[in-house]
């Protein structure tokens, strides 16, 4: 079959690799009809997530039809279409029980190697490292799913792909985002990034009650989609001084709730650019917070930092006494998806979430390796690549 | 040289290197790295460079590396004064070289991490060489802290590893599941074959480092039930190994506590320990996961498998990527397949 593979910082192409099949009797094989490209695949392409290895096949938001099951697979079978969220869980260890699904303590094989960088392991990803166990990813034609029954998502007919496609990964997300901040009657919430997952946060932010949400970003395209979308009002963090214009539409207050929709590679048009990436060159920094930094000293006093931004290792000048002193909290997450799926799915067979607002370029699975390239240099006003395998 | 020495040293070719280009070609640098070239961005480089080779040559001449560490942080402060400087937006190229960095850098942050202690905790000793965890009256026991007292020696040394973990399962089920000592090769990757003799002792057949094969006959030396299980090599055997494993229940309804103490000597005494490094088998690591597989296949039947992994433990890995017709993976010691 064709797949998109990694074969090196900055390089994905597709190419021809074996047909997946079962390894486990739990498994399913799905025909996948629609991928998309993620901003975390972005961290992978350009080499910010360790243990990527030349041949690992990309993609962890993917759906498509159930073709083949795995002898213990209960609730499946073949022909259901089905979402298949981005992290694996088992659905029994104590953290599946508590919802915490994106840290099951049992579907990483790697997971020697998640506790070396992390303390503790973290739940299989596909496509997504080795550190997160090698599950070879959807940016593909078929893919195997492991653990089927606690993780794929049925989806009804008279749904299209791109209604649902984004319920494996960035609607939940930028839901869990929202959900993390607590929002009570009244808040303004501000949103660092508007790709993706950012729009998606402000989208959930007013579901979920806020008065006014705050989009923050330096693409006029994709601040125009947060203003004509989702409501949201817009500050250009290079025309604007963030934290003096959010003080100011805050009468000086400061958002109730921030939300860090950006990650490890933010970009800032400060010499703090310089100093970070000088930093990361020297290796005792992986990270670059320049938003998650903003945000913290945004956020009002006894406010809530939500940071759904990938981070992968360590970060510097983080302004812990900010935090403490005007006691903030900080809540963060790879997506617990499973918890968030058939809710969310409701709602957008209710006609309360239409996601497809965010999609700016369709393509093949042939063509993914362009779509990497418009949707990382922001290219023709870029938002959200689907491809259709 | 000591772990801390060997990361000072290591921060200190880093620092070398770093500091020369920053000083020598501050403009080129700042290009790699994304930065456009201009006076001020020059100088704050340059700056950064000189403090790097200052460090560097600290880091690497020095005996107590601790000051030259401290002038980092220094410099760290050198920096944030830097950055007080305004400067115009649009000025630097986000996206043009983010890939000249990266790589390796994940790495090297784990092992600042684990100069730091922070992957230290897992203390494989309480000083004294042997011996169980000390019990707080309850019958609970507590493990060694193994901080501040890190045996260099490992398993195959000797000194005896500790591992736990919980696994969401009653005492009872999983004594009853380790009682049944065949099942052992099912999540200890080293172990092929157990076979019961009789009550108390078993046949061990096991895979050495190399590709070499080892058997040995062991008794079990203590069984209360649902609580602890010890066994041990009968004397002459090839390998001289000895265990034992608790069942604690875990506080909150969490199931139970697994407490593992391992011995054992390696056919090859310290040829074998050095073998066993240099393939990577760190015995203590190899524990880990055996007990992490238990865990899977009491709490969800069976091992998790990926495309990348052959149930080895080695940071290059088979590429995440189907497997070819008639290639098959192994998870532990038994083929996928059977559950
Ligand atoms: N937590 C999760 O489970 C989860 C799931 C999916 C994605 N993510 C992460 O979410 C992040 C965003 O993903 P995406 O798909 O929207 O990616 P994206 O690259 O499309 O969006 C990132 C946006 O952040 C903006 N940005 C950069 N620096 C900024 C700064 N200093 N201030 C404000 N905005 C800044 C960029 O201009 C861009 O528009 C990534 O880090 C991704 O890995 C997390
Ligand atoms: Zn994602
Ligand atoms: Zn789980």
Redesign the pocket.
Known sequence: MKANVWTGKNSVEVLDVPDPRILDSRDVIVDVTSAAI???D??LLHGFVPTMQKGDVMGHEFMGRVVEVGSDVQTLKTGDRVVVPFPISCGSCWSCQQGLY?VCENTNPNSWMAEKFFGHSTAGVYGYSHLTGGYAGGQAEYVRAPFADANALKIPEGLTDEQVLFLG??LP?GYMGAEMCDIQPGEVVAV???????QFAMLSAYLLGAERVIG????EY?LALAREHVGAETIN?EQQDVLETLRELTGGRGPDKVID????E???PRPDYAYDRVKQMMKIETDRP??LR?AIMAVRSGGVVSV???YGGLVDKFPMGSVMNRGLTIRS???HVQRYMQPLLDRIQAGEIDPTFIISHRLPLAEAPHGYEL?RN?LDNCEKVVLSA | MSNDQTIARSLGYLSLGLGLSQLLAPRQFAQTIGVRDRSDTTTLVRLIGARELLAAAGLLTSRNPAPWVWLRVGGDLMDLALLGRAASANDNEQDRVSGALAGTVGITAVDVLSGLGVSGQNGNGNGNGHGHGASNGNGRSVAGSGIGERIQETVFGGKPVRKSITIGRSPGEVYAYWRQLENLPRFMRHLEEVDELDERRSHWVATAPMGMRVEWDAEITNDIEDTEISWRSVADSAVRHEGTVRFVPAPGGRGTEVHVELTYQPPAGPVGVAIAKLTGEEPEQQISEDLRRLKQVLETGGVAVSEATRGERRLRQRPAQPLEPGESVTRGASPVGAR
């Open positions: 993620c901003g975390s972005l961290h994106a990964d960035i997300t660092w990034g508007a790709g993706p997952v950012g923050i970003d330096r693409y994709r963090y929709a950006v990650g490890m933010a970009h800032s320049f938003a903003e759904i931004g990938v997450g790879q997506c949707f922001k």
